[in-house]
C-alpha cells in the first residue's frame, strides 16, 4: 500500500532564509512523486515531480526536491523563500497502475514567512 | 502548464437544491477526470474518478446518487450536488489527468469550487 506522510504541519521562516518542507513516503514499487502548493482559496499548481529520472528535481520558483530511496523521503526545499512562498504545501503519491492517475496526498505544510 | 477551468468559483445554494459545478481542460484533452473535497486546514480527499463516455469510479464512502458525475465530453467533467444539505458545503476541486506530448500522468487542477448550503 502507498501513503505520504508530511512530518510537520506548520513551518514558520524568515523571509530570505532556507525553506525545508519534510515528506516521507511507503510505496511497494517505484513511485511517482509529486508536490504541490495551494494559496489560499485557490485550486493546485503543481511545484515539480519525481518519476524515477534523476534523484535531484527542479520546480518553479526556485523550489526543489530530492528523493532518496534508502530514506523513503522526498523533501522539499527552497535557499531562500519569498513572502509570496507562503502557502499550504501537498506532498503527494500515485498509486495504482501508471495509468490510473490516482493520487494520495500528505496532510499537508503550512509554510509561514515572516519579513 | 495545461490550464483546467472550474466554473463556478463560489456558489450559495438553499438546502434542497441542487448544484452543478464544471471543470473544463482549456487546452488539452483528457478522457480521465478527478473530483476531490477539500474540508478547512485539511488535505484533498478522492471522491470520484470521471471516465469521458463511462461511468465514474466512485470512492468507498462516497454516495454516486448524492454526487452525480458526467463527462460528456474529452474536455468537460461535471459534479451535481443533488439536494444539497449544510453537511454537503465544503471546497469542491476537480483536476484533469494530461497525457500525450504533455507528459504523462500529471493532474492540472481547478481553482476550486466553495459551496455553501444555508
Known amino acids: 500500500a502507498q501513503s505520504v506522510t508530511q512530518l510537520d504541519s506548520h513551518v514558520s521562516v524568515s523571509e530570505g532564509t532556507p525553506v525545508l518542507l519534510r515528506c516521507n513516503y511507503s510505496s511497494s514499487y517505484s513511485p511517482s512523486l509529486f508536490w504541490y502548493v495551494q494559496h489560499p482559496n485557490k485550486g493546485l499548481q503543481l511545484l515539480l515531480k519525481y518519476t524515477s529520472a534523476a534523484t535531484l528535481v527542479k520546480g518553479i520558483n526556485g523550489f526543489e526536491a530530492e528523493f532518496k530511496k534508502s530514506e523513503t523521503s522526498f523533501h522539499l526545499t527552497k535557499p531562500s523563500a519569498h513572502m509570496s512562498d507562503a502557502a499550504e504545501y501537498f506532498c503527494v503519491v500515485s498509486y495504482g497502475s501508471s495509468n490510473t492517475g490516482k493520487l494520495i496526498f500528505g496532510q499537508g505544510t503550512t509554510l509561514q514567512v515572516k519579513p | 502548464g495545461a490550464v483546467v477551468s472550474q466554473h463556478p468559483s463560489w456558489v450559495i445554494c438553499k438546502s434542497g437544491t441542487s448544484v452543478k459545478i464544471e471543470c473544463r481542460s482549456l487546452?488539452?484533452?483528457?478522457?480521465?477526470m478527478f473530483w476531490y473535497r477539500q474540508f478547512p486546514k485539511q488535505s484533498l480527499m478522492l471522491m470520484a474518478t470521471s471516465n469521458e463516455g463511462s461511468k465514474a469510479t466512485y470512492e468507498q464512502g462516497v454516495e454516486k446518487d448524492k454526487f452525480l458525475i458526467n463527462h460528456a465530453s474529452l474536455t468537460l467533467s461535471t459534479l451535481t450536488v443533488t439536494s444539497a444539505h449544510p453537511e454537503d458545503s465544503s471546497f469542491y476541486i476537480c483536476?484533469?489527468?494530461?497525457?500525450?506530448?504533455?507528459?504523462?500522468?500529471?493532474?492540472?487542477f481547478g481553482a476550486g469550487t466553495r459551496l455553501s448550503v444555508l
Open positions: 487546452d488539452f484533452q483528457a478522457t480521465t
Open positions: 483536476s484533469a489527468l494530461t497525457g500525450g506530448i504533455r507528459g504523462k500522468n500529471i493532474q492540472y
